[in-house]
């Protein structure tokens, strides 16, 4: 099993290991326990290849969370009855 976990080391993600916009904020209890996000998260989480999230603001809100948190996946079409 130990032989398994060790091939799927490459899926970790380096852009984590990194500053995180949360690290030094004034918000961030209120943000974990309240679910609220900020653009400068938002920013963070989309980008990749830099630190732009410093320069965005840092004002969280509940509709922020819910935009990065909730599911993309398109709504089912038609009706949601299935017949057996």
Do not use: N
Not at 4 to 28: H, T
Not at 62 to 67: D, T
Request: one cysteine or more; hydrophobic letters at 45%.
């Amino acid at each position: 099993m130990h032989d398994a976990l060790e091939s799927l080391d490459f899926l970790i993600p380096d852009v984590l290991l990194g500053p995180a916009p949360c690290d030094v904020c004034r918000f961030r209890e209120r943000c974990g326990a309240l679910l609220l996000a900020c653009e400068a998260y938002a920013v963070f989480v989309r980008d990749v290849d830099g630190a732009r999230w410093e320069m965005a603001p840092r004002a969280p809100t509940r509709a922020g969370y819910l935009r990065l948190f909730t599911d993309k996946t398109d709504k089912p079409k038609g009706s949601q009855l299935r017949w057996v």
